[in-house]
């Protein structure tokens, strides 16, 4: 067992470098082995947070049970039917799916966080639109929420796309707005006054394409003058 020269702390022989302080271990009667058996695993430090992550949320889980039965059996008590619990219920089970539910989970991606946030957002609508009524739900709410997840979940994949160039990712969320846009004020057009009209966001939309189209061009001659640089060797 050999010591640190900056720190002395105790080195097995798989330490390549000071688990402590960081310094490179140099020592010829005891040189490194990756087969040496570890004296803690490399992944000490993770395991325990993501045990302690999985812990506290099913803590939480457990306390949340509470609030949600006490609801619904002093609705049931009063009314004899679920009628007022079931906003509550929907809104800690929103606290749940948002927060305490990815707790769980070991690495999810982004673009399922979002998805989850979607459909939740869905569903709490749709428990409010069956206590006070109304036709905002589906003609308006459950389409604008699934718009806005959509072009979220577009926007997030391509700018996270390793193999997509720089003007190709402004290129595509451009587009996305664009539709956006569109897709937005006929929802608010056909929810106020039953037709569709488009306005504004038409002046919206031939920005964002004419930014567009001004980006790509901009990258062909970009690409074009360093042709041209290879080339002439310059």
Known sequence: ???????????????????????????????????AER?????????THRGVRIITAKVLSLLLVIPVLSVLIADLLQDGR????LLPVAAMGFVFLAVIFPCLLKKPPVWLFI????VETAAFLFVVWVLVGGDWLWLFALPLTALVG???IGCYLILRSKRASVSLKIIVVLLILMVF????????????????????????????GMVSLAVLIVSRLIRKNESIRKKLFF
């Open 39 to 47: 004296p803690f695993p490399a992944s000490a430090e993770s395991v």
């Open 115 to 118: 998805l989850l946030g979607t």
């Open 82 to 85: 679920l009628s007022w619990s």
């Open 150 to 152: 959509a072009a979220a």
């Open 1 to 35: 067992m050999s010591y640190c020269v900056n720190c002395g702390v105790e080195l097995g022989e798989s330490e390549k470098r000071c688990p402590l302080c960081g310094v490179e271990v140099i020592n010829p009667a005891k040189p490194y082995s990756e087969k």
């Open 181 to 208: 846009v569109i897709v937005l004020q006929m929802l608010i057009e056909l929810h106020l006054s039953g037709r569709i009209r488009l306005s504004w966001s038409i002046y919206a939309a031939l920005s964002c």
